[in-house]
């Protein structure tokens, strides 16, 4: 089983950077795929940015150049370090890890979200 715990989240002007980090706890966690995604008011959740084991990224193209994720296997931890930022950025952000813990199967798991709001 594992658990994600994520931080970072917060209220700043448009232009500003915030940086959100998700941490993986767990006997013997195994990442796999790191990802985050958003839901801003009345949409659907959407893919914000991927990594993949071996580093390769993902994003969507309105973060593209401006936001930037990355991963601390040796800590099970992950980044997503977002710049200039735009008020069309806020929503309600998750961290997704698909991942193994000991013996486990490989599984999906969520964070509790973290939002992140920015003011024009």
């Known amino acids: 089983q594992v658990q994600l715990v994520e931080s970072g989240g917060g209220l700043v002007q448009a232009g500003g950077s915030l940086r959100l980090s998700c941490a993986a706890s767990?006997?013997?966690?195994?990442?796999?795929?790191w990802a985050w995604y958003r839901q801003g008011p009345g949409e659907q959740r959407e893919l914000v940015a991927m990594i993949l084991s071996g580093g390769t990224t993902h994003y969507m193209d309105s973060v593209k150049g401006r936001f930037t994720i990355s991963r601390d296997d040796a800590k099970n931890t992950q980044s997503l370090q977002m710049d200039s930022l735009k008020p069309e950025d806020s929503g309600l952000y998750y961290c997704?890890?698909?991942?193994?813990?000991?013996?486990?199967?490989?599984?999906?798991?969520w964070g509790q979200g973290t939002q992140v709001t920015v003011s024009s």
């Open positions: 767990g006997s013997m966690v195994s990442i796999n795929v």
């Open positions: 997704n890890t698909n991942a193994r813990a000991g013996t486990t199967g490989l599984r999906n798991y």
